[in-house]
């Protein structure tokens, strides 16, 4: 449902752009998208769009509290010195909501505490555990890349967990029939999906996945 909604409002907002543009152009008005400090709505509008989708996180909350300010001064509502003075104070306070209420805004998040690593840096990497035992968790990481984790043929313990990044680049996880899945996310001018559906008894799988211009995709 989320994503419709932000699906919903990246399509009004492009069609709202595109009929004041095309209408000024043909000449039918003199409407004009351009303000002081419009370009910070390219800031503030995907962040909000990212909380929307993904939930608020510091990430998304802090660079949009800083194109809200910006905001603020192109309009001359705040002078330029207020901004240093009351940005860094904001980053602490909301990190530090963070750190207390965290378990309130995403959930209770589990770690992975091992030290299984699979990476993807400027390439493709395909990867298909096949060491005989149970899974237990791992680290997924694409960096300008793209990561395959395919873990249909192990068998996944019950309370594993991935930590998954998707840092200009994507992750996909593909789980065996009967897991259940529980994603927590953090997402950036990115996303992560979670398609594997319903309930049932078999053991649970956490991902965590951190989402910067990138994404996660899990089936």
């Not at 010195?81 to 602490?92: E, G, M, S, T, Y």
């Not at 390439?123 to 694409?142: H, I, K, L, M, R």
Request: aromatic content about 10%; charged content about 15%; overall charge neutral.
């Amino acid at each position: 449902m989320r994503d419709k909604i932000a699906n919903i409002l990246w399509g009004l907002v492009l069609i709202a752009i595109g009929v004041i543009v095309g209408g000024k152009v043909m000449g039918f008005w003199e409407l004009s998208v351009f303000f002081p400090g419009w370009w910070t709505l390219l800031i503030i509008f995907p962040c909000f769009v990212s909380m929307l989708r993904n939930g608020p996180g510091p990430v998304n909350m802090i660079i949009m509290l800083c194109g809200v300010l910006l905001l603020l001064e192109a309009n001359q509502v705040i002078e330029e010195h207020i901004i240093a003075k009351i940005l860094l104070p904001a980053v602490f306070i909301v990190i530090g909501v963070f750190l207390l209420f965290g378990s309130i805004f995403i959930g209770e998040r589990r770690r992975y505490r091992g030290n299984l690593a699979y990476t993807a840096t400027f390439a493709g990497n395909v990867v298909v555990p096949s060491d005989g035992g149970t899974f237990q968790g791992c680290a997924a990481e694409a960096v300008f890349g793209g990561l395959d984790l395919d873990l249909r043929n192990t068998v996944i313990e019950d309370g594993a967990v991935i930590d998954a990044v998707g840092l200009f680049g994507g992750v996909d996880i593909k789980v065996p029939a009967g897991v259940n899945v529980k994603l927590r996310r953090t997402a950036l001018f990115g996303g992560a999906k979670n398609h594997v559906r319903g309930r049932n008894e078999g053991p649970v799988l956490y991902v965590n996945a951190l989402c910067m211009f990138g994404g996660v995709d899990i089936k």
